[in-house]
């Protein structure tokens, strides 16, 4: 019905228009010579304006910044049809009399009229909307600064234009000169501190951060403040979103990178990474939430071919299908479904395509599972890794860059100690290569993997709960899919000699906050509306994570996101024939395997404290 009003508003205009521009014309007959020059004229006359009125919106102004400028459309649209007109009465066939005279006249008077009717029609249609859509202040805008105030001017347009019923109650800023003012008649409240009490004096429903410069911790500080209100909580984008091109009025929920607790790291879409550029690349585990991210952004880097090798075709599948959906110039994209444990499924591979480079993603990651089965995590992490790096070895590709964990750093449980192994058994191939470039990429969890907490919680907030979280004071290091991503591609341009090359994960996150803000974001109330309970830790869990230090570890000059520390010395030949033992001896007990393992990383990580 608004929309109808809306329409209805532009159709008026066009009929008093024409009506204004006849009038106009047919008010001077008396100055033409002829009564066929006068009609010849006013068609004419006609014609020109609606070409003009196409070339200056006159009908279809949106925006509230193009209607600002209505007026002045008009106006030139006016000058520019009576320019014309006054040019086509010089010529003869009109005969014209007093030509200039009239044309000022008809300008001056054609032109109040438009505007005054448009004036008019303005304020009729928003008097209807106002009786058709009535107002419904329930939202709050956290920050009355420039971008708060955008904001507000663009939710008040998208009311005025009948999209929504929902406008804003009132800002909420810390800054004393704006308290007790307000925006276009909506009220500043304040300090932020008082949030409680302003919304529920105004009865919010939904509150909107719009501070772009908002630090991480005073983010976080005022999420707090809000997440138990039953409230939606929706942001704009950060000062570095906006740089990136986001639109400084696009409103979001919540989502799982807020849930940091800190900014992602800014993702480097410029890099150059001529390592990839026109190269065939192999991700294995390509179907996997790291490895299909890497396919993601490797495809944007114009290599010449991407080899997307899973273990799981439902997983491979989707990421094709996606990659045909959105890539506007593909590159060549296969498939291989396979495992990595099997060595001669892996050369069928390599003999095939004769990658370049590799991302070997391809691991069991889940402590507990692993702590169950260590045989499985032998075989798929250490067989797999030795059976990749054999073949990158073997074919001479450029570069064979392995996805570990931080949890390589302090091995204590199976999947941790399986890992680190992998990274020696990279080192000990990168001793002996001189042609092919070896290296590790460690970082911490990742916000929304496959298997991390985000989705658990989230189904057990929406199954009705509880939310069950180990320990209180368990705490994780994190990162955000895309961003982990981007920085292991990013790592792979300064690889050399076997480095382990370590993320820039920020500060540890209690998990326990994480399921209290993944809760709110779900307008839930913890505790309140869905329990959280505490379920104790598990074989192989550790409370607490170490951001490890490396021997010789530094920061990178060309990317502060990254450290990198030089490989471990490696005797290749004794490392293989410790390995050949574990694998065989892979179907053995637990305490067998864990044993071997340690024996393992006594003999060849000089960092290891059993």
């Known amino acids: ?10 159709v008026v205009l066009f009929i008093i228009d024409i009506l204004v521009m ?94 005054l009717t448009r004036v008019l029609t303005e ?62 008649k909506t009220p500043i409240e304040g300090p932020i501190n008082n949030i409680k009490q302003i919304i529920e004096k105004y009865e919010i429903k939904t509150v909107i951060i719009s501070i772009p410069t908002l630090s991480d911790k005073r983010k976080t500080e005022i999420l707090d403040l809000i997440r138990n209100l039953g409230v ?12 990136q091109g986001k639109s400084a009025i696009s409103v979001k929920s919540i989502t799982i990178e807020d849930l940091l607790m800190r900014s992602p790291a800014a993702l480097d879409s410029q890099y150059q990474c001529e390592y990839i550029k026109d190269k065939t690349v192999m991700i294995t585990g390509g179907g996997g939430s790291i490895g299909s991210e890497i396919v993601r952004q490797v495809c944007r880097l114009s290599p010449k071919g991407v080899v997307i090798l899973d273990v799981y075709e439902n997983n491979a599948y989707d990421i094709l299908q996606e990659l045909n959906a959105k890539l506007v110039n593909p590159c060549d994209i296969y498939v291989e479904i ?4 099997d060595y001669e499924k892996m050369k069928k591979v390599f003999d095939k395509y004769k990658p370049d480079v590799v991302f070997h993603t391809a691991a069991f990651k889940h402590v507990v599972f692993m702590e169950q089965n260590p045989d499985e995590a032998v075989k798929n992490n250490c067989l ?52 092919t470039i070896f290296s590790s990429v460690r970082f911490g969890n990742v916000l929304g993997s496959n298997g991390s907490v985000i989705p658990l919680f989230k189904k057990q907030i929406e199954s009705g709960g509880p939310v069950k979280v180990t320990h209180a004071d368990m705490v994780r290091y994190f990162l955000t899919i895309p961003e982990a991503a ?17 993320l820039t994960m920020g500060d540890p996150i209690k998990i326990y906050d994480l399921a209290l803000r993944l809760i709110s974001c779900y307008n839930l109330v913890p505790n309140v509306d869905i329990d959280v309970v505490f379920t104790g830790l598990r074989p192989g869990e550790q409370l607490g994570e170490e951001r490890h230090i490396l021997q010789n570890e530094i920061q990178l000059e060309q990317d502060d996101r990254i450290s990198v520390s030089p490989r471990v010395e490696v005797d290749f030949d004794k490392l293989i024939s410790s390995l050949d033992y574990l694998f065989k001896d892979g179907s053995s007990s637990f305490d067998a395997i864990k044993n071997h393992m340690e024996d393992i990383l006594q003999k060849y990580d000089p960092m290891y404290d059993k």
Not at 1 to 10: A, P, S, T
Not at 232 to 242: A, E, L, Q
Not at 488 to 502: C, L
Request: hydrophobic share 45%; with cysteine.
């Open 384 to 435: 797999g890794t030795y059976n990749c790096s054999r073949l990158a070895y073997e074919n001479s590709i450029d570069k064979f860059i392995l996805i570990s964990t931080d949890k390589a750093a302090t091995p204590c449980n199976i999947m941790s100690m399986t890992k680190r192994i992998c990274e020696l058994i990279v080192d000990a191939f990168a001793s002996i290569s001189t042609k």
């Open 232 to 243: 939606d909580i929706k942001t704009v984008p950060s000062i570095d979103g906006i740089k």
């Open 22 to 115: 006849i009038s106009g014309v047919i008010f001077f007959n008396g100055y033409f010579a002829t009564k066929s020059g006068f009609i010849l004229f006013l068609l004419m006359h006609i014609a020109f304006a609606l070409i003009y009125a196409l070339v200056f919106k006159a009908y279809r102004l949106k925006t509230r910044i193009e209607r600002n400028f209505e007026f002045f459309y008009i106006i030139l649209m006016m000058l520019a049809i009576y320019i014309e007109s006054l040019a086509l009465s010089f010529l003869p066939i009109f005969a014209m009399r007093e030509n200039v005279i009239v044309h000022v006249c008809l300008f001056i008077i054609s032109t109040y009229v438009m505007v």
């Open 123 to 184: 304020v009729l249609r928003k008097a209807v909307i106002k009786m058709l859509n009535k107002p419904n202040p329930i939202m709050l805008i956290i920050g009355a600064g420039a971008s708060g105030r955008l904001l507000h001017n663009f939710l008040s347009e998208k009311f005025e234009l009948g999209q929504t019923s929902d406008t804003v109650a009132c800002f909420v800023d810390d800054d004393k000169n704006k308290i007790g003012t307000d925006y276009l």
């Open 338 to 341: 396979g495992s990595v444990r």
């Open 1 to 10: 019905m608004i929309n109808y009003v809306r329409k209805l508003k532009y």
């Open 486 to 502: 981007n920085l292991i591609i990013e790592s792979g341009k300064y690889s050399t000699d076997g480095e382990i090359f370590t």
